[in-house]
């Protein structure tokens, strides 16, 4: 029979506890969502500043619909940028120090391009262990040979530059998706620039949260040390698209080669011109963000007292460091049960033997949401005794 694999696979997954399965959601504010009528308290969002579904971003969308088009109707090069994308653009390499920036629907999609675009004629790229999946099959699918140095270390990263050949381009990111920490950024850059190697940092975790105003890994790093830099907006800046901010020579490079870039509808106007004005929300309201390391100083301080399995991590990514894919997923049932959302997160997203938890706190969150969640995971993991 053919695609035989599509039956073995699923069934596989299944006899694993590692089928996935959708559910549809609704969101009602940026703490709580709604399952089959049922509330639920939300720890599994991205939205770590609580910008979504912030009447500040409800606002600036209703006074930006009447000026700006729902839909680009066209790719970049063909008739789709549009002024909301070229002031967005220029908000962010203004506020970031770079060169130019360039949008995309997606980052998945920003990753792609820029990996397989500036990697089209060979060389090596060195790639953290934990590297997001579209940052890997960029990488793939460009003509470099890939080698992974283990999970931020230097020494490991520095042994395989010193061998490397021809064009070199290192990549990780600012803070990891499914383990919360952060890349030693100074380090990893102090190599590159060592190695003639260019640093690619992905930082759609960072980006709205960490360093001045929010700005992230491109704020504490230099357009020499840090010249490539991807940062996503559906995350903590609330809408959804990301950006690439690159030198003047690689911008047009992109806009020349980059197929994503090229053969792609380019990203709602309305989108851009709301995502903007988020950018600017964000970089006014620092109470945000104080909140939200309040919250996680909150979170990580009783967790301890629990002695809950918390992992490395000071960012808004908590994970609780299971082990097992069903034990993982029999806690979640646990505390869908006393109205507390968390995904579980297993292999093939993490290594065997590390499904987690992915707690993420917000600032949205209140201390009691947060004493909710505690409670429950003590009842749910035996601890509360
Ligand atoms: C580290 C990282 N990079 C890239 C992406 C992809 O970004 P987007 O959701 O905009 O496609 C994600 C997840 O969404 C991510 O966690």
């Known amino acids: 029979m053919a695609f035989e694999f599509i039956v073995s696979e699923l069934a596989a997954r299944r006899a694993a506890s590692l089928l996935r399965q959708r559910q549809i959601i609704e969101q009602v504010d940026g703490r709580t969502l709604l399952v089959d ?24 969308a209703a006074q930006a619909a009447p000026d700006w088009a729902a839909g680009s109707g066209a790719s970049p090069l063909v008739t789709g940028h549009s002024q909301a994308h070229a002031k967005l653009e220029a908000h962010l390499a203004e506020h970031l120090g770079r060169e130019r920036v360039l949008l995309f629907n997606s980052g998945f999609a920003a990753n792609q391009a820029l990996i ?75 190599l590159c620039q060592q190695h003639q190697a260019m640093l690619y940092i992905d930082d759609a975790h960072g980006f709205g949260v960490n360093g001045d105003l929010g700005l992230g890994a491109g704020s504490m790093l230099e357009p020499a040390q840090l010249p490539l830099l991807m940062a996503t907006f559906g995350k903590a800046i609330g809408t959804s698209g990301a950006f690439l901010a690159v030198p003047e020579d690689i911008y047009a490079y992109l806009v020349n080669f980059a197929r994503h870039y090229i053969y792609s509808t380019a990203m709602s106007p309305l989108l851009a011109a709301i995502t903007l004005t988020s950018l600017k929300l964000l970089q006014k309201q620092p109470w945000r963000r104080e909140k939200l390391k309040e919250n996680i100083q909150l979170f990580r301080e009783k967790a301890r007292q629990l002695a809950l399995p918390l992992m490395d991590s000071q960012t808004a990514i908590q994970p609780l460091l299971i ?49 909710a969640l505690l409670d429950a995971l003590a009842r749910g993991m035996g601890n509360d005794a």
Request: proline share 3%.
């Open 37 to 60: 009528g049922q509330p639920y308290l939300n720890f599994s969002s991205n939205d770590y500043l609580g910008m979504a579904h912030s009447d500040d971003l409800k606002l600036a």
């Open 116 to 190: 397989q675009t500036l990697m089209s004629h060979g060389g090596h790229i060195l790639a953290d262990k934990l590297s997001h999946a579209s940052m890997l099959d960029g990488a793939l699918a460009s003509k470099a040979k890939l080698q992974r140095f283990r999970h931020n270390d230097m020494c490991h990263l520095a042994g395989l530059l010193a061998s490397a050949a021809g064009d070199k381009l290192v990549i990780s990111e600012g803070v990891f998706s499914m383990d919360g920490d952060a890349a030693p950024l100074l380090d990893i850059s102090a």
């Open 323 to 371: 082990g097992d894919a069903q034990q993982s997923l029999t806690l979640c049932q646990k505390l869908k049960a006393q109205g507390i959302w968390v995904t579980a997160i297993r292999p093939p997203t993490v290594p065997q033997g590390s499904s987690r938890l992915r707690v993420t706190i917000c600032a949205s969150h209140t201390k009691a949401d947060i004493t």
